[in-house]
């Protein structure tokens, strides 16, 4: 008996085949668990690797599970490779602990651009935040010297977005600049996806159309929501993901389309831990994605871009 074809491969989506390699929790939503159904619910086909298989994330009190080494993830890639499955439009990376596993992901991309040379890499450089490092200090600089030049879409934080650059962001021109230093780096797309300033949260995203030109930039005021959330960054990326894919030319499209989704599901989250008799601003709290897969689908865009001249 002959092997059947993959469909995925012998009749593409007009969206796009994605390898999302992220954590994954038995229970929550974070990393994959945030991405993988988001993706899917936009059209895409996605492939998960799990990076690290946790019971829960890892701000219960407890949590044990495996985590997936450099040599493991290598394995797998070869598998696919094996089969003829490495055909991928697009590379999703999140959360990374280690610099051997951030090694082995710059080897997987270099392997999956020697079978599609347009593969498109959207990097989510999960570091630290609000002024703390979550990752040993000598991944920035594997960040900064080897994955930024690789990457098609950068989406960092304030904090990841200062690591990267060394640049403090104090202003909204900071943040431009911010972004153009990055895009000098590699990406033709950068999304800082938070920034505080003056007590106000905004988005600030560049898109470099051609190495050499002006970038096209934006911001979008956002709307805070007086309770932490785990997910959120991974889902966040995902969406640009998505969106800029449906809208290549027009990223502050994209952008209002990803904020306005998570706009409405964090409300709606907030509102089912008060109907719940929960006191939201106790703790973390897990996202409500299968409930707003509606607004995912269709979301009404609620914040606007402003573009800067």
Known sequence: MTTPPVLSLALPSDTGR????QSHTVQGYV????????LQLLGYDVD?????????????PTFKGQVLNGEQLWDLIEGL????????THLLTGYIGSVSFLNTILEVINKLRSVNPNLTYVCDPVMGDEGKLYVPEELVQVYREKVVPLASMLTPNQFEAEKLTGLRINSEEDGREACAILHAAGPSKVVITSITIGGILLLIG???????LKPEQFKILIHK???????????????????????????DKAAELAVSTLQVLLRRTLDDYKRAGYDPTSSSLEIRLIQSQDEIRKPNVELKAERYS
């Open 18 to 21: 994605v390898l999302s390699i």
């Open 31 to 38: 990393g994959n668990k945030s991405a993988v159904f988001p």
């Open 48 to 60: 998960p690797i799990n990076s690290v298989q946790f019971s829960n994330h890892t701000g219960y």
């Open 81 to 88: 490779e094996s089969n003829d499955l490495l055909f991928y």
């Open 206 to 212: 560049s898109h470099q159309k051609e190495k050499g």
């Open 225 to 251: 929501i007086p309770a932490y959330f785990t997910g959120t960054g991974d889902l966040m990326t995902a969406l640009l993901l998505g969106w800029s894919n449906k809208y290549p030319d027009n990223l």
